[in-house]
């Protein structure tokens, strides 16, 4: 597999050393949402050792450092922290130390990188504004970024911009990819629950069954996106559960659906809400049943703005390269939410590459473990970001 080298000659064998410490101690002790007290020390105490200014309890486990240089525009760069509520089946010197958690999307590489670029931004005088650097917690379900913003995250550190990262398996190491537009999709879930009649089950006929109406729901659901969607809106309707009945010889009353919805627009959002209610009401009202629908809207999509695209992509582009920067890649099904942030400022949310001589185990899989050769990648492109932002202002 190709690799490539890092362009921008910013590193030293001291910053890189202090980010791959820092990365597998964090690996070694993951913490999941809204948990990460001692990971939030962490990255507190290295940034009071560089000089910086630091706000801890910020949506209640996060960190946010600032750092002031002269008149200019104010960035905010965004890491995750959190890990993922997944037993590590690695067996490296640094695997998990906490019992059925892991960092298996390699939020531990991202706090590290993040933290090198601040080492990296304090020596560094090619660029003038504010630097906050947003260490996040409780991406993974739980919606820290939601909850940074509406405890007042960028009222309390104002940003022209804010720009988010993550690794990327399937990407070679040394390469980026970005879109200008939709990056990661919107997370939806949705329950319905479906009434019959209980019976006997050697009598179905004294019954309404919920178990064959819950079935036929679940196959008419699957023509939302194959034939009530135009085919150029992108979406995934996935039932994810179902759950019913407790005996061999009992027809249950009622059967719980679950699943997840994931698109790009809110208006698809929107038709595959009602899609959803109309399809599983008459549906079951055709088996002599009822059905009702919870619909709860979770992260939404996260869309990269023109300007702030531009400027990650130059940064990128000064990292590695022009070669090794992807425009205009295919956005994927997954959700983040960097999107809450994306929705109140520009923003720009990139790929980097991670597969090194071999491919990656996928994101949240137990044998993954972030590639420390990215580390140096990381931090130089966020110095980039930070000086290529404060020329374009």
């Known amino acids: 597999m190709t690799t490539y080298p890092i362009k921008a000659n910013v590193m030293d064998a001291e910053v890189v050393g202090e980010m791959t410490a820092w990365r597998r101690e964090l690996h070694a002790y993951p913490e999941t949402a809204f948990e990460e007290t001692s990971t939030a020390e962490l990255v507190a105490s290295v940034l009071r050792d560089l000089g910086y200014q630091v706000h801890e309890k910020v949506g209640r486990t996060g960190v946010v450092g600032t750092l002031e240089r002269g008149n200019g525009p104010s ?199 009602t899609l959803l209610d109309e399809i599983s009401t008459t549906t079951a009202r055709a088996h002599g049943a009822s059905a009702s629908l919870d619909y709860r809207e979770g992260y939404p999509a996260t869309i990269n703005a023109d300007s702030a695209t531009q400027v990650a992509l130059a940064a990128a582009r000064n990292t590695v390269g022009d070669d090794a920067v992807r425009s205009g890649c295919k956005p994927s099904m997954a959700s983040e939410d960097f999107a809450f942030m994306a929705r109140v400022k520009p923003a720009a949310y990139i790929w980097m590459g991670v597969d090194g001589a071999t491919a990656s185990a996928p994101l949240h899989n137990p044998h993954y473990d972030f590639n420390d050769d990215a580390l140096a990648i990381g931090a130089a492109y966020w110095v980039n970001v930070v000086k290529t932002f404060s020329r374009a202002a």
């Open 75 to 273: 960035v905010g760069l965004r890491a995750d922290m959190d890990a993922l509520p997944v037993s590590e089946l690695n067996e490296c010197p640094h695997r998990s130390r906490h019992p059925g958690k892991m960092h298996a999307c390699g939020h531990d590489g991202h706090t590290a990188m993040l933290l090198g670029a601040a080492a990296l931004l304090k020596r560094d005088e090619g660029w003038n504004g504010t630097v906050h650097l947003i260490f996040q917690p409780a991406e993974e379900v739980a919606g820290g970024g939601r909850v940074m913003v509406e405890e007042g995250l960028f009222e309390r550190f104002p940003c022209d911009a804010v720009f988010g990262l993550h690794n990327w398996p399937g990407l070679p190491l040394g390469t980026f990819a970005i879109n200008n537009a939709a990056m990661m999709a919107s997370l939806d879930t949705f329950e319905i629950n479906v009434a019959g009649q209980g019976s006997h089950a050697a009598m179905p006929e004294e019954g309404i069954d919920a178990l064959v109406c819950a079935s036929y729901i679940v196959v008419a659901l699957q023509s939302i996106v194959s034939r009530r969607l135009s085919p150029a809106d992108a979406a995934v309707v996935s039932v994810t559960q179902i759950h019913g009945g407790d005996a061999w010889n009992v027809l249950p009353d009622r059967v719980v659906i679950r699943g997840t919805v994931r698109c790009f627009s809110s208006v698809v959002q929107a038709r595959i809400r």
